[in-house]
């Protein structure tokens, strides 16, 4: 029997999920409560930047593997194995995940299912316990004829390589109360099964909190990193050298230790402060005290950048009052504002918070982004939008590199030389060879190293 799949909740993980399992030979059906979405995702027309997604939608609506849908009733006949991909926002003041959709659409979903037997298996990232009320949800559902039952799935894609980690993904974990469940996910599942990707069945509260802890773990490697680099920059020393010298360690490893302006997007800092709320609930908050300390050491490294543009400006600033900043009435170039490169998502992204800090201060910002300005510009009009480097960075008293794309990764300093009025630098993400830039004449400062 080949299994038909449901995918509810369109968004960048649904939208994802769904072309991948279309990939996978699979018939699809994506659902969601937004016609609009559901007429551009048919067109291939995502709202979102993702490399090779477009187009991976775009053949499987067009081989007839792949179709959205808002009607739930149509899926609930349809479908073997529904797929719960919507999103588990942070609530206001960061005060733990919104669980509004997930409940909603299980639940509208378990009312909707008519097949004899069918899965609910939920990808989303929620608070432990939410796989163990849902299951008690669904099942009370139903009566015992129909043979419904939920899993636990969590995802670990990353933007920019959403497609490359659904579909050859490094592990799979499932959650499952019944044996038939983790069965037929092995079915689902069977092409990376035949690659040797690692398997781990278990149950629902290690499935959600594998998730969990894997972002908290990445976050805290980051600050790690970061916490070092404010005692490089005290005393001296080389902070990527350090990295790569830990790194080398194969109990470390190097990934996810390159030091900067920290980690933002929509899953680490919304993850690790969702985790610290649920532990609290279970009386357990010294547990993850820890990670307090890592929000505060990552959003430390945006309030460097600040200081250091300050001092950076200062130069020629005669005054001393507290109430202005050195930034004031300087021309201020922001290079990259989306949270990370291939991507344009500016969910809690450290580019855009200096931008805005700046501006706030008093300084023109002006910012250009391969993919990130029309986002940035919804969150924060009152920036100079461009559409190059060098139009950015056109009489800049000061350019700040925030986000490590390609092409800025490859500037040198005489793209900017005779571009800008000053020719100082901070290069927030520590990707371009300082020596070069001070001997083209530049002032450049970088996070982890000493700046004097
Ligand atoms: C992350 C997890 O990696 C993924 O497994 C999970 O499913 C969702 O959250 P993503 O948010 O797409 O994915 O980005 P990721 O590549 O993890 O980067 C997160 C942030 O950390 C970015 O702002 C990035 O710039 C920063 N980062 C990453 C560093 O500052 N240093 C590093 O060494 C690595």
């Not at 056109?394 to 030389?417: C, H, I, M, S, Y």
Request: aromatic share 8%.
């Amino acid at each position: 029997m080949t299994l038909n799949i449901s995918v509810i909740g369109t968004g960048y993980l649904g939208a994802t999920h769904a072309a991948c399992m279309a990939e996978l030979g699979f018939d699809v059906i994506g659902v969601d409560v937004d016609p609009e979405k559901i007429d551009s995702l048919s067109r291939g027309d995502l709202p979102f930047h993702e490399p090779g997604l477009p187009e991976l939608i775009r053949k499987h609506v067009d081989s007839g593997r792949l179709r959205f849908t808002t009607d739930m009733g149509e899926v609930g006949a349809w479908a073997d194995v529904h797929f719960i991909a919507v999103g588990t926002p942070q609530l206001p003041g960061g005060t733990g995940a919104d669980m509004t959709y997930v409940d909603a659409a299980t639940t509208s979903l378990a009312q909707a299912i008519t097949k004899d037997r069918a899965l609910i298996v939920g990808k989303s990232t929620v608070p432990v316990g939410t796989a163990a009320r849902l299951y008690d949800l669904v099942k009370a559902e139903k009566n015992d004829d129909v043979d419904l039952s939920l899993a636990w799935n969590p995802e670990f894609l990353r933007e920019g390589f959403a497609v490359k980690d659904t579909v050859e993904p490094d592990r799979l974990v499932v959650g499952t109360r019944h044996e038939a469940d983790e069965q037929l996910l092995r079915e689902v599942y069977a092409e990376a099964l035949d690659r040797s990707t690692p398997w781990v069945s278990t149950d629902f509260e290690t499935a959600e909190l594998v998730k969990v802890a894997a972002n908290a773990f990445l976050a805290t490697k980051i600050s790690f990193i970061n916490a070092f680099s404010e005692v490089t920059e005290t005393v001296g020393g080389d902070i990527a050298t350090l990295a790569d010298a830990i790194g080398f360690d194969e109990r470390i490893g190097r990934k996810f230790l390159n030091a900067g302006v920290g980690f933002g997007g929509g899953c680490l800092p919304k993850d690790i402060r969702a985790l610290q709320t649920r532990v609290g609930e279970l009386g357990l908050d010294h547990t993850m005290r820890f990670l307090n300390e890592m929000d505060h050491i990552n959003l430390r490294r945006r309030d460097r950048v600040i200081s250091l543009a300050e001092e950076i400006l200062g130069g020629d600033y005669a005054g001393t009052d507290e109430n202005h900043s050195a930034v004031e009435g300087k021309r201020i170039a922001v290079l990259g504002i989306t949270f990370k490169p291939l991507s344009d998502d500016v969910r809690d992204s450290p580019g855009l918070d200096i931008a805005g800090r700046l501006y706030n201060a008093g300084a023109d910002v002006s910012v250009y982004d391969p993919q990130g300005n029309a986002n940035a510009a919804k969150r924060f009009p009152r920036l100079g939008y461009v559409d190059s480097m060098t139009e950015a960075a056109r009489g800049a008293d000061l350019v700040v590199l925030t986000t490590e794309w390609n092409e800025f990764k490859q500037l040198a300093p005489a793209d900017l030389n005779e571009v800008v009025a000053k020719r100082q630098f901070i290069d927030a993400r520590n990707v371009l060879p300082a020596p070069e830039w001070e001997q083209a004449g530049w002032t450049i400062a970088q996070l982890g190293r000493k700046f004097d």
